[in-house]
């Protein structure tokens, strides 16, 4: 039987998970990536890996499950190179962390009360150190473009094609159903299109006469020069979120998405700069180098968009906030519905046609 031809809008975190996964199922893949590859939002994410505080239980068990299909992923492609580091968090008062604490260990999320002295054993690099913080080992971190692109290439070496600056213009349909895109002049058919666009699937769903709620608010995220190890986990406290990368840079929001408070970006990144100096000992002499500023791409209720749009044939669609901790399990639940029809009970909750609508 002929492999089904899949389309994958966008090289993303997402777009790159659900491209890796469709073709170590067996199908034929083209990524179609309107700029370079590995995405945008992808490229400027502080790219912690968790399920930590704010969300719903039927959130939480997808998020935690994507923290294993992580572990997977890793032993499938190991130059995604997942660091389980082990999250530091003490960004909530007390009370409120200690409910957190209760709530997600009844939920089964593995965590450890600690005292000063306990954090500074597990990061003696705190030079502010909490008098109660909650230490999560589970926790972890990728560098989120160089996973993307991990992905990526090991989808090529199973055959997948990927094409870069190559916008999609529009959605082709034969009959009742999507059969291809056009990207300039040219059209590419397909059995399945699937948008991982990020803040672009918007506009290709209104192509169709779809919209939906979405918001793309922007995080600016603080970068060092690369320095000698200073932190080896991810450290989450009251209005600063400082993690190292692989190639040694201190990276930093007032939070991980880096919500901004209308403060001009410069100051504001010399501001958040000066909190890093504060709590990372050693960091003194190392300067900042740059800042980024990145959209989240953000269904209306926060929540991931993941399935089939009601009565459109031939289409997928794949959109989250906290793609990179996502990744893995929306790249494997995708594929397997796209390929075998089966939707995982996980993602129950998700469906598009919630905040789908026609387009006025
Ligand atoms: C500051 C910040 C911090 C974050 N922190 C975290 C975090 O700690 N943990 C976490 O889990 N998540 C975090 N996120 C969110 C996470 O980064 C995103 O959810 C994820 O990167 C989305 O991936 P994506 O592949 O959907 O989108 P993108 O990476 O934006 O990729 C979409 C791609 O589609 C392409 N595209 C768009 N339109 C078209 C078209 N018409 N034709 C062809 N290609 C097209 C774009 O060029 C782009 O390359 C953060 C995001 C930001 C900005």
């Known amino acids: ?92 008062p007390p009370d409120q962390l200690e409910a957190f604490a209760k709530e997600h260990s009844t939920w089964g999320y593995e965590l450890e009360r600690i005292d000063g002295k306990g954090a500074l054993q597990i990061e003696p690099g705190i030079k502010q150190a909490p008098n109660f913080a909650l230490h999560m080992p589970q926790e972890g971190k990728v560098e989120p473009l160089n996973a993307a692109l991990a992905l990526l290439a090991a989808a090529r070496k199973m055959g997948a094609r990927l094409l870069v600056n190559t916008p999609v213009s529009s959605l082709m349909h034969t009959g009742d159903r999507i059969a291809g895109v056009r990207t300039g002049d040219a059209v590419q058919e397909a059995d399945e299109v699937v948008i991982a666009a990020g803040v672009g699937s918007a506009t290709l769903l209104r192509g169709l006469g779809l919209h939906y709620a979405v918001q793309a608010p922007t995080g600016l995220l603080v970068h060092s020069k690369p320095t000698r190890r200073l932190l080896t986990t991810l450290l989450m406290a009251t209005e600063l979120h400082v993690r190292q990368t692989s190639e040694g840079r201190l990276v930093a929001g007032t939070d991980f998405v880096g919500s901004m408070d209308g403060t001009a970006p410069d100051v504001m990144a010399a501001q958040l700069y000066q909190k890093v100096q504060a709590m990372v000992a050693g960091s003194e002499n190392v300067a900042m180098d740059f800042y980024t500023m990145g959209q989240r791409p953000t269904p209306g209720d926060g929540f991931p968009m993941v399935g089939r749009p009601k009565d459109t044939a031939g289409l997928y669609l794949v959109l989250s906030h906290s793609g990179i901790t996502l990744a893995p399990a929306l790249g494997l639940f995708s594929s397997q519905e796209l390929l075998s029809g089966v939707r995982d009970p996980l993602l129950a909750n998700y469906h598009p046609d919630r905040l789908l609508q026609p387009a006025d």
């Open 1 to 92: 039987m002929a492999k089904k031809h899949c389309i994958v809008i966008g090289s993303g975190i997402l777009g790159a998970s659900v491209a890796w996964h469709l073709a170590r199922a067996g199908a034929a893949v083209t990524i179609l990536e309107a700029e370079q590859a590995g995405g945008r939002a992808t490229r400027d994410s502080w790219a912690w890996i968790n399920a930590s505080w704010g969300n719903p239980q039927p959130y939480f068990h997808l998020r935690q499950r994507a923290m294993q299909e992580w572990q997977r992923l890793a032993r499938q492609v190991p130059d995604v190179r997942l660091d389980r580091c082990g999250g530091l968090i003490w960004d909530l």
